[in-house]
């Protein structure tokens, strides 16, 4: 497996582990629909929570969480909606983002509750 897939696997088991941590209940780790994939579906409360998880080694390039652009958004989106109807639910949805770094110094973790919202 190639680095950049170990260090991804590493933050999304590390982002999981957080969410739990905080409460919430992790239904689905790497849920896949056709080519789209959710890395986290989560819940806390009456909310179905995406979360989508961005892990580098450094942030000299910029935040992880820069790399949900507007295309990945609408395929997170599509994704999410096949999940809600394979999944027969009605409970409020949202989107996160937690963006990582790990690296030499340590590991940090900022947890965007409601990253980017749906267009109508």
Avoid: C
């Avoid at 209940?25 to 979360?51: P, Y």
């Amino acid at each position: 497996m190639a680095l950049h897939n170990q260090l991804g696997e590493k933050g999304e088991k590390l982002a999981a582990e957080l969410l739990r941590k905080k409460g919430y209940t992790v239904h689905e780790e790497n849920w896949r629909s056709g080519k789209n994939e959710l890395d986290i579906v989560a819940q806390i409360g009456h909310t179905v929570v995406f979360v989508e998880v961005k892990t580098r080694s450094t942030a000299y390039f910029g935040d992880p969480s820069e790399a949900v652009s507007p295309a990945k958004q609408k395929r997170l989106i599509q994704a999410a909606n096949d999940y809600l109807i394979e999944h027969g639910t009605d409970l409020e949805a949202r989107f996160d983002v937690m963006s990582i770094v790990i690296s030499e110094d340590g590991t940090e973790i900022d947890h965007m509750e409601d990253a980017f919202f749906p267009m109508a």
